[in-house]
């Protein structure tokens, strides 16, 4: 089963060095990527920019599509070139179907702000321990997970037990 989970980084930096520690763990086959996606925002730009990783294919990813109109509902600002309009209203319902609703769009546009970055993803075969401990230290922030409820207690255990002088990783 495909895990789509979102997580806000205290730096607009952030988003991508995770993902490029996401692409080394696939290489080390500890965790696949089938679809990801990441938004920086430097603190000095009125708008956040958005890129979906690069040459995805397979069953799994989610497309440029789904990110488009996703990032056109939180940030108001359309991903590959889609057209965030009336489409988008209708749209918006069908992303209930993977836990995206509204207090999801809400909270990410709340807590992505300038000065901030958020990653995207869709993995699956996650070694969850080895995982977890190349994120440690990230100072990540789960901000939602299709995950069981255990599942995700345990993801957010993970990112709160973060030693205050140990340096960050990503």
């Given amino acids: 089963m495909a895990t789509l989970t979102a997580w806000k980084f205290p730096t607009p930096e952030g988003a991508e060095q995770a993902l490029a520690t996401l692409e080394r763990l696939q290489k080390e086959e500890l965790i696949q990527v089938l679809d990801a996606a990441v938004v920086t ?3 000095d730009k009125k708008r956040p920019k958005t890129r ?3 040459n995805l294919t397979g069953g799994g990813a989610l497309g440029g599509s789904f990110w488009g109109l996703l990032f056109g509902l939180i940030f108001f600002v359309p991903l ?3 057209v965030v309009g009336a489409a988008a209203g209708a749209m918006a319902g ?3 179907d993977v836990g995206i609703d509204d ?3 809400d909270e990410v546009r709340t807590k992505v702000t300038p000065g901030t970055s958020a990653l995207f993803a869709l993995t699956a075969n996650a070694v969850q321990d080895k995982v977890a401990d190349a994120f440690r230290g990230s100072q990540a922030e789960l901000l939602h997970t299709n ?3 255990d599942q995700e207690n345990q993801l957010r255990e993970v990112f709160s037990d973060v030693d ?3 340096p960050v990783q990503v």
């Fill in 41 to 43: 925002w430097p603190a």
């Fill in 103 to 105: 207090e999801f769009i």
């Fill in 80 to 82: 590959l070139g889609m």
């Fill in 52 to 54: 979906q990783l690069h």
């Fill in 94 to 96: 069908s992303l209930s």
């Fill in 147 to 149: 995950l069981s409820a």
């Fill in 164 to 166: 205050d002088d140990a």
